[in-house]
C-alpha cells in the first residue's frame, strides 16, 4: 500500500509518472485521506471528489511558481499529500498539526490563506494583474466549487475578469453540491450545461431515428427542433461566460486524468481568462461519503468500515434546540419566516425547512444578501430569522448597519459557532461578533447560558421588534430539560446566579465556568456574586450600578476578543457614571491569530476555562 504515494516528496515526482500510476495514486490518496479523516475529523467528502482534480493541476502547472489558489481551501488535502506534507498528515487539524485549509506559513505552496467561501477569483485576479503588470510569467489557477460560485464576491470578480482580460485559469468544481444540494438559478445553468452531454446522445440517437422513418409529421418536426436546440448548446456551451469574455471549456469529466490533463494543456495555452467546467462527485471512492456527501462535508471522527460516527452524546447541539425553538415558534406565528445562507444542516434549520418549505429561504453562500433580503421580508410583515454562524456574518457587517439597524428593522440573528470554535483555526473563530454588533444602532445583543435559555431568548426577540442578535456556541449544551413553554425575558434583564460581595459579571457561554469558579473562591474566602448577563446590549445597567455602588471590584468575563467587547461596555457604563471608586478586570479573548486545536485546549492557553477564571480572579483579588 502507499507505493507510489511514498515517493512523492513534491509535485516534481508526479510529473514522471504515467496516467496508470497518477491513476493508482489516486486510490492511495483517498485511502490515506479515509484512514486519517475518520480518527481526526474534517472535509471528508469534498476532499475525495478532488484528488484527480488535484493530481492532474499538479501534473500539468509547476507549482508553486505557478499558482494555485483554493476556493474555502477546505478542499486542499490532496494539495498537502503531494506537496511534501504526507508524513504530517495524521495531525490535521490538531494542536499544532496540520491546518485543514491552505495556510501561507505551513508551505510555500499554499499561496493564500482561506477558510470563508467566493475569495478565490477576486485574489487570483489580484495575482495575475500583478504579474502582467511586473512583466513575470507564470500560471495562475484559482479552483472554485460550484456552492462558492453562489457568493456575490466570486461574480464581483468575474465582471473585472472579463473586463480585464488578464491571463487567468478558473477551474469551477461542479459537484452539484454546497454543503447541501446546491441551490439557485446559476446552479441550475450549470447542470444545463452538463446536461448538454445528455442531449448530445440523444441528439444521435434522434438522428437515427429519423433515418429509419420517412414520413416527416408533426411530432417529427417537434423532434428536430429540440435536436436543433440541443445542437446549439452543444456547439455553443457555456455561452454565458464567453459572453462576459471568459473562454469556457467543457464540461470536463473531473475523475477522468487524461481528459483532465488535456483539458488543462490547452488551458495553459490560451491568451486571456478561461474557465474548465469539471464534473465530480463528492465523496468519490467511499460509498458511505458518496451515498450522503452532506453528513461527510464535515465528519467528526467515525468508523472507516460501517462510517458510523464515532462518541455519540446524548446532548442536544445548541444548533438543533435553536432548529426545534424556530419550529415551535412558527408554528404559532405564520410570519415567522427563517433564511440561511447554504448551511441548512449546520444551523437546525432542516426541520424548519421541511416543515416549512414555503418560509424557509436558502439564499446559497450570500451572507449579505441573506441580510438585506430578512430586511424586505420584515418591511413586506415576515418575522425574519436569519441564522450564520458567527464568523461568516462578518461578511454582512455594512447590510446589518445600512439596512437594518439604522431603519430599525425587525430582524433576529442567530449567531451559531459564536466563541471559540474547535478544528478549523483561524478563520473560523466566532469571537468578533460581540464587538461588530454591539456598537450598531438599535441593535440588542444577547447570549444564553446553555441551550434552555436559548429557546426562551428566540421567543423573546421576536417580540422585541428591534433587530436582535442571538450568539450561541457550538457543539452540545449542557443537558439542561427544555422548558416546554417558552416565555419573554424582559429587555435588559440580567439574572442573578450567586450571592456574594464583589461582582463576577458573565456573558452566555462563560456564566457556568463563572460560577463554578466562583464557588471555589467562596473557599479561598473571595466572595463573588455571580450575574448572567443576558445582554450585552442594553447592560442591565440598575443592577450593574447597585454593584458598583456597594462593591469594590467588577469582573466582566466573555469568550470573545475584550476589545470593543462586552466587558468594555460595563466599563463604559462606570465611566459614564464617573463616581465609582471600584477595581474593574475584563476577562476575555486578546486580539491574536487562534492557533488549530480543541475547544477546551483553546480555553485553557487563554485561562477561559473553570480553572483560568478561578486563577485570574485570585490573581486580580490579591
Ligand atoms: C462565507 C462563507 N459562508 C459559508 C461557508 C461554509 N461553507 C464551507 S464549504 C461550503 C460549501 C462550498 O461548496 P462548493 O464551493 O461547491 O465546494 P464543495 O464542498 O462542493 O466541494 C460552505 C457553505 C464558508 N466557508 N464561507
Redesign the pocket.
Known sequence: MNEILKRIESPQDLKQLSVKDLSHLAKEIRSLIINVVSNTGG?L??NL??VELTLALHYVFDAPRDKIVW??G??CYPHKIITGRREEFSSLRQHQGLCGFPCREESEYDVYNT????TALSAALGMAVARDKKNEDYHVVSV??????T?GMAWEALNQIGHLRDRLIIVL?Y?E???SQ?VGAISKYLSYLVSGQHYLKMKDHVKSVLKIVPAVGKPMIKVARAVEEAAQKIFFPGLFFERLGVKYMGPVQGHSLRSLIEVFKKAKTYDGPVLIHCVTQ?GKGYSPAKSNPERF?SASPFDVRTGESLGKDEKPTFSSVFGQAAVKIAKEDENVVAIT???PDGTGLKPFASQFPERFFDVG?A?QHAVEFAAGLAIGGFKPVVAI?ST?LQ?AYDQLHHDVCLMDIPVVFALDRAGIVPDDGPTHQGINDIVYLRHLPNMIVMAPKEENELQHMLKSALSYTHPVAIRFPKGKGLGIPLDEELKEIPLGQSELLKEGKHLLIAFGSMVYPALEAARRLDKEGISMAVVNARFAKPLDEKMILSFAHRKRIIITAEEGVTAGGFGSAVRELLDREKKFNIRFKRIGLPLEIYPVGKIEQIKKKYLLDEEGLFQQIKDFYK
Not at 144 to 149: E, I, M, N, Q
Open positions: 472535509h467528502s469534498p471528489g478532488v476556493d474555502v477546505h478542499q477558510g470563508h467561501a467566493s472554485v466549487g460550484d456552492g462558492s460560485l457568493g468544481n459537484n453540491m454546497s454543503i446546491n463528492k462535508h445562507a447554504a448551511m453562500i451572507e454562524y461568516f461578511r
